[in-house]
């Protein structure tokens, strides 16, 4: 995503800041200058940071964990509903996801109990509450908002991580993909009531957060199920042998007019069979609209150095396919092409495979 800009890095993971979220600190700086005075608007935005930080934290716990399982995480994001860390695959092992999931709501718990011990040491004697949550004192406003931010997230509301642990705990019981099915159900279940009891106590953040919940739980699912009816099927399976391939001396105009004979969206660039890159139909149009017909393959051709062999796994060429953002991949054996697989024809076949054998 682009609307995000990258703050820094935190043990080697990049650190990144959706704008919206921006428009979230000027807006509480200016709700709170505006009724109380620019000093009161700083403490509140001084607050968000903080809270901030904690989710960052939050999530760093995730991280930690995922990372001594051997999980690559690629980024964390920070959105104005919290934050999201990207992990590259969420282990297949019940107890394993258990603790990932687990470890965030832990730290918050962690910065509230270690709050409360400090506001204890610093002010003898003030009271800690949860009534306060942009009140008057930093620590127990921060004290509450971790209280609260450990509790709301163990709600079993796939995919937050109450709904992860939920899953693990019936992929102990049952196998994985209908643990999935069962726990994005109740997810959705608890997004649907979300958007009501928003709407009813009318709070705009509640149904913002359903949607997302609902929209999360139904991405999750469906990925889940691609990658379980993927299991087993090599490359070999699935490439396709006949197909058009360009040449990087050729007109647009040449490519073009040769695409209109096939189905095939993204084409290999091959000169005197080695494989050069990619060229979508979509990137073609899109030249002969705003750059005109005069071009070559060459210069409008995404470079790809990353190829597959028949025996790969189709879940490592969807892997290399997204480490290089590209539709489109060479099947290379004994350093010749023999096919390619493309992401369209892998999700062809995974749906067929997926139809043969689902259970409800
Ligand atoms: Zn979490």
């Not at 990049?14 to 403490?43: C, K, Q, Y």
């Not at 009534?131 to 079993?156: C, D, E, Q, V």
């Not at 042998?241 to 993204?266: I, M, V």
């Not at 005197?272 to 705003?290: H, S």
Request: hydrophobic content about 50%.
């Amino acid at each position: 995503m682009n609307w995000a800009f990258r703050l820094g890095s935190v043990m080697g993971i990049p650190i990144r800041v959706h704008f919206t979220f921006l428009l979230l600190l000027a807006f509480f700086f200016f709700s709170e200058a505006s009724r109380s005075g620019a000093r009161n608007g700083l403490r509140s935005l001084a607050f968000i940071v903080l809270l901030f930080a904690c989710v960052l934290l939050h999530e760093l716990g995730h991280s930690a964990v995922a990372r001594r399982f051997g999980v690559r995480i690629t980024s964390i994001t920070l959105y104005p509903f919290g934050g999201i860390a990207a992990l590259t695959e969420i282990p297949r092992e019940p107890a394993k996801e258990i603790l990932i999931a687990i470890a965030g709501p832990l730290v918050n718990f962690g910065l509230a109990a270690a709050l409360f011990v400090g506001a204890a040491f610093l002010r003898p004697g003030e009271h800690l509450g949860l009534a306060s949550l942009t009140g008057a004192h930093l620590i127990s406003g921060l004290f509450s908002a971790n209280l609260l931010l450990g509790l709301f997230n163990l709600i079993p509301a796939y995919p937050m991580d109450g709904g992860r642990i939920l899953r693990g705990i019936l992929a102990s019981r049952t196998d994985y993909l209908q643990a999935t099915r069962w726990a994005a159900r109740i997810g959705k279940v608890f997004a649907g009531v979300f958007v009501v009891v928003g709407l009813l106590i009318q709070d705009w953040w509640l149904p913002v957060l359903g949607l997302f919940l609902f929209m999360g739980a139904t991405s999750e699912e469906q990925s889940t199920l691609l990658q379980a009816s993927l299991e087993g099927l090599r490359v070999g399976d699935l490439m396709i042998t006949d197909y058009l391939s360009l040449s990087p001396a050729e007109t647009l105009t040449d490519a073009l007019r040769r695409s209109f004979h096939t189905f095939q969206e993204d084409f290999p660039v091959i000169r005197d069979g080695i494989f050069l890159g990619v060229l979508t139909r979509a990137r073609m149009l899109e030249a002969l609209r705003e750059e005109g017909r005069d071009q070559y393959v060459q210069s409008l051709a995404k470079g790809v150095n990353q190829w597959v062999s028949p025996a790969d796994p189709v879940r490592e060429a969807l892997r290399r396919m997204q480490g290089e953002r590209v539709g489109l991949l060479p099947v290379v054996e004994e350093n010749r092409i023999v096919g390619i697989v493309t992401f369209s024809s892998i999700l062809r076949g995974a749906a067929l495979l997926a139809g043969g054998t689902r259970r409800d």
